[in-house]
């Protein structure tokens, strides 16, 4: 069977500033220069399409700066959509429209456990057949658990003990079936036990490269793409035989975001075992 050509959601940063502080990243006095995060946004999408993906757009909306960061859109297995439910009142206008972009591309929407919060694939995601889940910070642990028995899937919890690393995206990426590239003081000693235990080949980051979001990478097929300031990951990755790209993306550092959160892919991330599975 052919691969299909990988497939990414991304929002264009027309409306992106600080506007508010809902993690340690941001400060309304530190805002990001628009013409320069417009063109960074570029140089991502271009490095993205560039590395052989398809890239479709999510509408931006007036007042919904983080509306960017789709990667927080939902999460997705096969064609199902698990949609957000935003721990902070300033994202939760999100919900809506993101709602309404899956239905209308024909995701099977499966709402967020009632009572939980969830921000989808900033906080969940697959390696191999498993779900890596982050909690605390922004997700609940009872809504992963709830989420992995609707899809049917088994749930690795991890506290996200390190405010900075709020998102698992942030602290996490997984590349293959059982490797993953991860910032071990983001973790509690039983998660980095757990990830030790379940991922066999993993790479930690060191805490320079992991304040320049290098975990926060994006990876289509063998290119691994990631904000500039990550020169040890990309002297790792090269060696295990992946393609490493950096692309300045400071401007949305300052929300507390990168390469990885700016995406969502739609068709599964590469690591997760479902997407090259056979599905039926
Ligand atoms: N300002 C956004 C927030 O705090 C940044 C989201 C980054 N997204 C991610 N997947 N890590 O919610």
Redesign the pocket.
């Given at each position: 069977m052919a691969e299909a050509q990988p497939h990414i959601l991304m929002c264009p940063p027309v409306f992106y500033a600080?506007e508010y502080e809902?993690?340690p990243?941001?400060n309304r006095q530190r805002q990001a220069d628009h013409d320069l995060a417009v063109r960074q946004w570029n140089g991502l999408f271009a490095a993205l399409s560039d590395a052989g993906a398809k890239i479709s757009l999510l509408t931006p909306v007036r007042g919904l700066?983080?509306l960017v960061?789709t990667?927080?859109a939902g999460m997705i297995f096969r064609r199902t959509a698990v949609l957000s439910r935003?721990r902070?009142e300033?994202?939760q206008g999100e919900e809506a429209h993101d709602a309404r972009w899956f239905s209308d591309h024909g995701f099977e929407i499966v709402p967020p456990p009632p009572e939980t919060f969830f921000?989808?694939?900033?906080?969940a995601l697959f390696c191999g057949e498993d779900l890596f889940a982050g909690y605390r910070m922004?997700s609940d642990a009872r809504g992963h658990q709830e989420i992995g028995r609707r899809l049917g899937v088994r749930v690795i919890p991890l506290e996200l003990v390190d405010a900075y690393y709020?998102?698992?995206?942030?602290c996490f990426c997984p590349l293959a079936p059982g490797a993953a590239m991860y910032f071990p003081p983001a973790f509690d000693e039983y998660g980095r036990t757990a990830l030790r235990e379940l991922i066999p080949e993993l790479i930690p980051v060191e805490a320079e490269e992991a304040e320049a979001f290098a975990c926060?990478a994006v990876l289509v097929g063998r290119t691994v793409v990631t904000n500039t300031g990550c020169p040890r990951l990309h002297a790792a990755l090269a060696e295990r035989g992946y393609q490493p790209i950096e692309t300045p993306l400071s401007e949305?550092v300052k929300?507390?975001?990168?390469a990885?959160?700016?995406t969502l892919r739609l068709d599964g991330e590469e690591a997760a075992a479902w997407r090259t599975a056979d599905e039926d």
């Open positions: 600080i809902i993690n990243w941001m700066p983080d960061f990667a927080n935003f902070f300033q994202r921000e989808g694939a900033g906080d922004r709020y998102h698992l995206d942030t926060n949305f929300a507390g975001g990168s990885k959160c700016l």
